[in-house]
């Protein structure tokens, strides 16, 4: 399994400004992967952090709202730009497992708060 | 993902009863499933998968059952106890390796 640390684990925002979201994992990993989690709802992928190259975002997420790096295979960070009370939501960072197992192991989040 | 309402449904069991809890995936091409269990101001946590060569799958406590006729999965959780209360997801792979897409979700409350 690899252990998978976030910074920050919460934070208060003002309106119109950005922030950016740290991920440590305790191993090399291919692909990590962002996710957002709106109050009361499910996991929605927002982008795959791809390491070497642009990160792959899903629909609906754009690069200037949400620029993502990854220098190396252990570390990623998520901004989120220009925040808006409607970004209020925990962002999970996620990585795979083994090849053979699929599973994707998350941390623990960070949980955002847009005044 | 499309958003399902600030409430998710939720289930509700009496400690000692099996839980049964059904999500419908999205995707006839999703060749991977997963079950996740979210606590609350957690990460998600692994419970079980299941590949879609396969209808039925069990491990401790839990069982997963797949149709992919009707696309749609099911979590038994046998003997529930107050430790199950969490939120429960379903997370399908679509084809791309490691990617996953997380179904609406459904609470699981364990009255003692």
């Known amino acids: 399994s690899a252990v998978i640390s976030q910074k920050p684990s919460r934070d208060i925002c003002q309106r119109g400004t950005s922030l950016t979201i740290q991920c440590q994992v305790d191993s090399q990993v291919t692909m990590m992967f962002w996710y957002r989690q709106q109050p009361g709802q499910s996991l929605t992928l927002i982008a795959t952090?791809?390491?070497?190259?642009?990160?792959?975002?899903e629909s609906g997420f754009v690069i200037d709202k949400f620029p993502i790096s990854r220098p190396n295979l252990t570390f990623s960070t998520l901004t989120v730009s220009n925040m808006s009370p409607e970004d209020s939501s925990i962002y999970l960072c996620?990585?795979?497992?083994?090849?053979?197992?699929?599973?994707?192991?998350f941390g623990e989040g960070s949980r955002l708060t847009v005044l | 993902g499309e958003s399902v309402g600030l409430h998710l449904p939720t289930l509700s069991v009496q400690e000692g009863d099996n839980s049964i809890i059904n999500c419908a995936y999205s995707n006839s091409a999703s060749d991977y499933f997963i079950w996740y269990k979210q606590e609350s101001g957690k990460g998600p946590q692994f419970i079980i998968d299941i590949r879609s060569n396969m209808d039925k799958r069990q491990g401790q406590r839990v069982t997963v059952l797949l149709n992919k006729t009707v696309k749609h999965l099911s979590l038994q959780i046998a003997a529930t106890q107050p430790g199950d209360s969490a939120v429960y997801f379903c997370a399908e792979n679509i084809r791309n390796f490691n990617k996953f897409y997380f179904g609406s979700g459904t609470k699981l409350n364990v009255k003692p």
């Open positions: 996620s990585v795979g497992g083994q090849a053979n197992t699929g599973e994707l192991f």
């Open positions: 952090a791809n390491q070497g190259s642009e990160a792959t975002y």
